[in-house]
């Protein structure tokens, strides 16, 4: 891995960009339900850069990666009196109002949910207008079948060339590259599996072959599709499906133990694929770069969505779960449960984020 200047100026950039899309839909979700945003901030460690603008302060901060918003009173980290705590268990219908004006939790609980959903969705939103980017100037790969090879699952199973493949085991696929992910991560058993040829729809069944380590079917594709009008969005759509589509496989091999710790990258980790692709790509010129480190862009908002809105203390997605429980019962779980529980959940991130660096730093020595 060579970390130029380019390559370091991409990765804060692009994690920049991710993390900014992250915190904005905080940020404007909060103000639109007149929550008071205290803190602004991009990157994590000391502000280097800082001004204030109505109730909010804005900063920048050394380490590119990461970012806060901070709302007013947003782990109820004010003590609340015995007269509240009173009026809040005989009335649990009725939340007690605290004296900070615009505090989060003044808010409804559909507000703070709104609030807490925002940050992951504008991912999925900047995730979907990467992939217009991508999709406009490089088109779709879509699943069509450009030769089958002889003596290979698909050749037995009768596919030919000029097939186009719509479902892998009921899962509708768009594109060949969701093909390509399926072979992957293939964790054995047959495949049923479904295509078109000549506008009639056909039925067969295979088995992936392992072949130099990896399994495959034994074809080659897909063909190009290059979007006109409407489909254009349409297509671009189908980028971030795959996106998300594969992140939720990869999570579900980690969590059962079919990837390992090398399978699993941090901020290093991210900045070496950064590194190596602007190397493997710069002799294309600096459109194909610049497509690459989209591409890459799409990939890391895609997948900090999703992980925000993972059930795990401190993240998104663990704030979001005492939100539902508060909109179900509709009684708040007592606060400073909570904000054990949080800190708790943050602690372990913290060890589990110094892990992942450990562990992107190691390969190098490898």
Request: aromatic letters at 10%.
């Amino acid at each position: 891995m060579n970390f130029n200047i380019w390559a370091i100026l991409a990765f804060v950039i692009i994690f920049g960009v991710v993390v900014v899309a992250h915190e904005f839909g905080h940020f404007i979700v909060a103000k639109a339900n007149g929550i008071k945003v205290l803190e602004f901030s991009i990157g994590m460690g000391p502000k280097l850069v800082k001004f204030t603008k109505g109730d909010t302060e804005y900063s920048l901060r050394l380490l590119p990666i990461g970012g806060a918003c901070m709302f007013e009173g947003e782990d109820g980290l004010y003590e609340e009196d015995e007269e509240t705590e009173r009026l809040q268990d005989e009335n649990p219908l009725e939340r007690p109002q605290t004296t900070q004006e615009g505090s989060f939790q003044n808010a409804s609980v559909w507000a703070r949910i709104a609030t807490v959903v925002a940050g992951p969705l504008f991912n999925i939103v900047l995730g979907y207008i990467l992939a217009i980017i991508i999709v406009l100037t490089c088109g779709s790969i879509i699943p069509k079948v450009v030769a089958v090879h002889e003596g290979y699952p698909a050749y037995e199973a009768g596919i030919q060339a000029g097939d186009v493949i719509t479902r892998i085991n009921g899962e509708r696929i768009y594109l060949f590259r969701e093909i390509q992910i399926n072979t992957m991560l293939y964790s054995g058993g047959e495949w049923e599996v479904e295509y078109e040829r000549d506008g009639e729809r056909y039925t067969t069944a295979l088995t992936p072959a392992l072949d130099n380590g990896s399994y495959i079917m034994g074809i080659t594709g897909g063909e190009l599709h290059v979007s006109e009008g409407l489909d254009l969005f349409e297509y671009s759509w189908y980028e971030v499906r795959y996106w998300l589509s594969t992140t939720f496989k990869s999570l579900k091999m980690l969590v059962t133990g079919k990837l390992t710790k090398d399978d699993v990258a941090g901020p290093v980790g991210v900045a070496g694929v950064i590194s190596d692709t602007i190397e493997e790509t710069k002799q294309y010129g600096f459109l194909t770069v610049l497509i690459n480190m989209v591409n890459i862009a799409l990939l890391l908002s895609i997948n900090l969505g999703v992980m925000n809105l993972l059930p795990v203390p401190a993240l998104d997605g663990g704030r979001l779960v005492f939100l539902l429980i508060e909109a179900v019962i509709r009684k708040p779980v007592p606060k400073k449960a909570e904000a054990v529980i949080h800190m708790i959940g943050f602690a372990l991130l913290m060890l589990l984020m110094v892990f992942v660096l450990f562990n992107d730093i190691s390969k190098f020595f490898r």
